[in-house]
DNA sequence: TGTTAAATTTAGAATTATTCTAAATCAAAT
DNA sequence: ATTTGATTTAGAATAATTCTAAATTTAACA
């Protein structure tokens, strides 16, 4: 594992937000570290192949990084918001439904989040 | 609702493939409908609105364009190869657990297919 | 230490699915 | 027939990501 990789780890295990790779350049670039996109992308590549970080695809949007213990996410309908929660692990009641080994599974609850169900009922 | 997003539902719901809007396109070109990819495009963006088909995001892949009648999906981490897998509906269990209400899920379970998990072995 | 080889990083071009734009066509209603 | 509005269109624009080939850094060891 490269040193840029390790860092990208880091800040992406310290965040409880759910960052983009553009996201992750800047904050490197923030902390005066000399890094290119090209690098980031590499880095998430090899942190994903390894089981190290997550990837969450956004439907639209910039793919999102996130740690790696197991939840679940919410996300808003009308503002894309993306929120973490925590249910109980069905890996194993999947299993007893589906012949071929399960690797792992995603779960994306859709809804309308507080501030855009407010927004809603103000218009 | 127009004549073409009409056909483009009708392929969509006699098709046990999970088309891509390219697919739908050349579909449509071969039964020598005239049509263009904004039209299938914007056909395709109304139908998902409307609740009259379901897009499937792919995760690098284009988007694939699916019937609405509940059902999960189990996803090739090899080849990508998209399969259905009907599981019972857990909105209300899920309900329980998160306060807002939920519009819909999503749950992709990831495994290896039988051919590629053949291929892995033959090497 | 200096030299070579290998790994990593880089800038910028390329790719690709999708959306946007503004004109053209079509349909419908008066 | 004429106007109005909706739909469709070709092609340009967009944006995230990947690719490429050169440059730089690191490591190995003569």
Same mark, same amino acid.
């Given at each position: 594992?490269?040193?840029?990789?390790?860092?990208?780890?880091?800040?992406?295990?310290?965040?409880?937000?759910?960052?983009?790779?553009?996201?992750?350049?800047?904050? +490197?670039?923030?902390? &005066?570290?000399?890094?290119?996109?090209?690098?980031?992308?590499?880095? /998430? *590549? #090899?942190?994903?192949?390894?089981?190290?970080?997550?990837?969450?695809?956004?439907?639209?949007?910039?793919?999102?990084?996130?740690?790696?213990?197991?939840?679940?996410?919410?996300?808003?309908?009308?503002?894309?918001?993306?929120?973490?929660?925590? +249910?109980?692990?069905? &890996?194993?009641?999947?299993?007893?439904?589906?012949?071929?080994?399960? /690797? *792992? #599974?995603?779960?994306?609850?859709?809804?309308?989040?507080?501030?855009?169900?407010?927004?809603?009922?103000?218009?």
């Amino acid at each position: 594992m490269t040193k840029n990789a390790e860092m990208i780890m880091n800040i992406i295990n310290a965040s409880y937000d759910h960052l983009t790779a553009e996201q992750i350049y800047f904050q +490197l670039k923030n902390e &005066t570290v000399k890094i290119s996109m090209a690098t980031v992308y590499n880095s /998430l *590549s #090899y942190l994903c192949e390894n089981g190290l970080v997550r990837k969450v695809p956004m439907d639209g949007f910039a793919d999102r990084y996130d740690r790696v213990k197991r939840h679940d996410h919410l996300v808003c309908k009308r503002c894309g918001k993306l929120m973490d929660i925590s +249910l109980r692990d069905m &890996t194993a009641s999947l299993q007893k439904e589906v012949k071929v080994p399960i /690797l *792992s #599974y995603d779960l994306k609850i859709s809804c309308i989040c507080d501030e855009c169900s407010k927004e809603e009922r103000r218009n």
